[in-house]
C-alpha cells in the first residue's frame, strides 16, 4: 500500500522551471485547483538532482539557459519523460546552446523576416488557432472562445477555425522545424504597420524525444496570455495526455 500510494504520488507531481515566476506561481495554481496537480516552482540552478518522479517539467526561462539545466531536461526526456516547453525556452538566447535546439529539432535562421529569418515581436495581437481537432491536448475540456479566419501553410483555401486572441502578446516568427511532429496549433498576426498577415503552423507541437515526449506552446509572453482558460487547459492536457 505504501509504494502504492508513492507512485500515485509522483503520478500527480509537476515541475515548474522559470527565471519568471509571476505568471507560472498563477499557472502553478491552476494546476492544484483545476487537475488537484501537486505544482512545484524552482529557479534553473535550484533543480533537484533527479527529475525522473515528476510526472512533466515545464519550462518557462526567458534569458540564458544553463548547461546543467538544459542537459537535465535532455536527459529527463529521453528516459521517458513530459516535458513542456512554454514561449520564450525557444528564443535567440538559447542559440548559444550547443544541445537544446537540436534535441527540439528547432531552428531560428538568421536575417531578414521576409526572406525566411527568425523574429520576435511584442507587444503583438495574436491569433491562435487548433489545427488538431481530433487530438486530445487541443479537445479535453478546451472552450475556443472564437473563430479565426486561417489558412494552413501549403494549404490552398481558407478555413474558420477554433482558436483564440491575445492582445499584448509576443509573436514569434519564423521559427523552422528540423525533424517531424505534431502540429497542434497555428499563429495567425497581422503587423499593424505594413498590413501584411502571417499564418504558420508552428504556435504548439508535440513531438517524440527518445521514450518520452515533448510539447511546445508558443503563447506566454506574460500572465495575461495564461489568464485565457483556453491556453491554460491547453497546458493542463499536454501534462496529462497519455499517448
Request: aromatic residues 10%; hydrophobic residues 40%.
Amino acid at each position: 500500500m505504501i509504494a502504492w500510494i508513492e507512485v500515485a504520488v509522483a503520478a500527480d507531481r509537476v515541475l515548474i522551471v522559470a527565471d519568471e515566476f509571476l505568471a507560472m506561481e498563477y499557472l502553478a495554481d491552476q494546476c492544484r485547483t483545476l487537475e488537484n496537480l501537486e505544482a512545484r516552482l524552482v529557479p534553473q540552478n535550484r533543480l533537484p538532482a533527479d527529475l525522473s518522479s515528476h510526472r512533466a517539467v515545464v519550462v518557462y526561462i526567458h534569458r540564458g539557459l544553463d548547461t546543467n539545466a538544459e542537459q537535465a531536461f535532455i536527459r529527463y526526456t529521453r528516459a521517458g519523460g513530459r516535458l513542456v516547453v512554454l514561449h520564450h525556452s525557444i528564443s535567440s538566447a538559447k542559440r548559444k546552446n550547443p544541445d537544446w535546439f537540436p534535441f527540439l529539432g528547432i531552428e531560428l535562421p538568421q536575417g531578414d523576416v521576409n526572406q525566411g529569418g527568425y523574429k520576435w515581436i511584442e507587444p503583438a495581437t495574436i491569433q491562435i488557432v487548433n489545427l488538431a481537432p481530433d487530438h486530445f491536448i487541443t479537445t479535453n475540456k478546451v472552450q475556443w472562445p472564437t473563430r479565426v479566419p486561417y489558412r494552413r501553410e501549403n494549404a490552398g483555401s481558407e478555413e474558420n477555425l477554433p482558436g483564440m486572441v491575445l492582445e499584448g502578446s509576443e509573436a514569434y516568427l519564423n521559427h523552422t522545424f528540423a525533424g517531424s511532429r505534431t502540429l497542434l496549433l497555428g499563429l495567425r498576426y497581422q503587423d499593424p504597420e505594413t498590413g501584411r498577415v502571417w499564418m504558420q503552423d508552428r504556435a504548439g507541437w508535440i513531438r517524440r524525444a527518445g521514450q518520452g515526449w515533448i510539447v511546445y506552446f508558443q503563447p506566454g509572453h506574460s500572465i495575461r496570455d495564461f489568464q485565457q482558460p483556453a491556453y491554460t487547459r491547453l497546458i493542463l492536457n499536454a501534462i496529462l495526455y497519455r499517448p
